[in-house]
């Protein structure tokens, strides 16, 4: 986009650009997201940032009607797989406020000048600048929701001084911490953190929390309710301490809903929530780009039904990568159901119990270290999948398997397929899901086979669906369960 279109997207109040970049207004000193409703300004006078912190970095301060921090990320990070893709995620990770710029560029395999360089480049900002800006958003969050003292905010939040946060927080926000606080709602009631996670319309919500229920581990996860009013929970091991993720579904045609899932999450250790609010959008894929999806998918007459059929498809991450790749390799080979049992065996065994039982929730997934020699006879599986198992468990926990939100893609399939035991199915499948890969088409899947037959497609025909073949793959996932609802697949 140019800038005049970008405008465009300002005067028509567009959503479907929020997050993709930012319109500061010269005459105000105020930055917004496109869809802001307040009175569009004159051309002459807009200004497009494609980051919050570069927009920050020109002088101007958040508006406080559309609230430019709340909205959801921009799609292309889930793309891109270069270095400033990768940056970005892991940034949205925490690794600048727990490690340095140094701790990221060693991450990347680059040096901290070319990260800087990049960055700036592209996003009008660099990873300190980027990482504040997060550090600003989780603050109003803790000061808006929570009765901590505002000095234990400032540390929560990732500052170094309060001094730093006070300046931070009166420069982004033209407020004071305790003028943020005494603007706040009511704060809703029950413990934990409340949020609202952002998406882009049209969002199938249904579709994902019913893929994520087949799938829960108890022990580690849970899904609460029926379909419309289900509530899904799970534990999550974080940098500095545990933490346990409510997020709604929404229910249908309820006005009360916008664009955004209701979470609730609660930690042990407050410095762990921008951690956290990014793994559980991930496992949501809160900041897909559904447009896009359907520009391309739909421009297949084969699969345009599909995509008329379930706009807002998803195609679910994962909160913590190790566990995706260590749930992938326990459940080749068998149903969905099994493997759900498998993953309850194996976290009562060898997972971390938490300090007392939060309802069905009573465990963290194993870490790989834990697994690495682990016997594994409580699982009665074969050997060649123990082998497997301990194998994978093994590679992550050594390093020789990354899968953290800034790993190389192309480095960590090929290292999987070094693995004994893991083929090109259960590799493709950790690549969709725990390093976010829209692009993946598991060719060798018995649903996508099904699928591609039920549609009357050639596999070929996946060609054209590219940078989206994750999302086509779900839709035959769907297609093909209506045929057949007992296959088989991870």
């Known amino acids: 986009m140019d800038d005049e279109a970008r405008y465009q997207a300002v005067h028509s109040r567009d959503a479907r650009f929020d997050g993709e970049f930012f319109l500061a207004v010269k005459t105000t000193g105020i930055y917004c997201r496109p869809s802001c409703p307040a009175v569009t300004p004159k051309r002459r006078n807009a200004r497009f940032y494609p980051s919050a912190a570069a927009a920050q970095g020109a002088g101007f301060r958040a508006c406080r009607r559309c609230r430019p921090d709340t909205a959801p990320g921009s799609a292309e990070w889930n793309v891109r797989a270069d270095l400033v893709g990768r940056a970005m995620r892991l940034i949205g990770d925490g690794v600048v406020d727990r490690d340095g710029v140094a701790g990221l560029a060693s991450r990347l395999g680059y040096s901290a000048r070319q990260v800087q360089r990049q960055l700036t480049q592209e996003l009008g900002a660099g990873p300190i600048a980027l990482a504040r800006a997060q550090r600003a958003h989780t603050a109003r969050v803790l000061l808006q929701t929570t009765d901590m003292p505002v000095t234990g905010i400032a540390f929560a939040a990732g500052f170094a001084s ?283 899947d018995a649903g996508v086979r099904h699928g591609l037959a039920a549609l009357g497609a050639e596999p070929g025909a996946a060609d054209a669906w590219r940078p989206w073949r994750s999302y086509a793959l779900h839709h035959l996932w769907h297609l093909a369960a209506t045929a057949a609802p007992t296959r088989k697949d991870s």
């Open 162 to 444: 309060v001094r730093q946060f006070n300046d931070t927080i009166r420069e982004i926000y033209a407020a004071t911490p305790s003028g943020l606080r005494g603007c706040r709602s009511r704060r809703p009631a029950g413990a934990g953190i409340p949020l609202r996670l952002a998406h882009r319309r049209p969002y199938a919500a249904p579709e994902i929390f019913g893929f994520l229920q087949r799938r829960a581990v108890p022990g580690v996860e849970e899904v609460l309710g029926g379909e419309g009013a289900r509530l899904y929970r799970r534990t999550l091991r974080l940098p500095y301490g545990t933490g346990i993720a409510e997020v709604h579904e929404p229910r249908p045609g309820d006005g009360r809903h916008g664009a955004w899932l209701d979470c609730r999450i609660h930690l042990t250790d407050p410095r762990d929530l921008a951690t956290a609010v990014q793994r559980v959008r991930r496992l949501f894929d809160l900041d897909a780009d559904p447009y896009a999806v359907a520009e391309r998918l739909g421009a297949d007459p084969l699969l345009r039904p599909l995509v008329e059929a379930r706009p807002g498809l998803r195609s679910p991450g994962a909160a913590d990568g190790e566990e995706l790749a260590v749930r992938a390799v326990l459940g080749q080979q068998v149903s969905v159901a099994a493997a759900a049992r498998l993953g309850e065996r194996l976290v009562a065994a060898y997972g971390k119990p938490l300090p007392a039982p939060d309802g069905g929730l009573t465990h963290l997934f194993p870490e790989p270290a834990a697994l690495a020699d682990a016997a594994l006879d409580e699982l009665g599986m074969p050997d060649a999948r123990k082998r497997a198992l301990r194998a994978t468990a093994t590679a992550l926990a050594d390093g020789t398997v990354r899968l953290d939100p800034g790993a190389d893609r192309e480095e960590a399939a090929r290292a999987l397929l070094g693995l004994p035991g893991v083929g090109p199915r259960t590799a493709g499948y950790i690549r969709m899901r725990a390093l976010g890969d829209p692009d993946v088409l598991l060719g060798d």
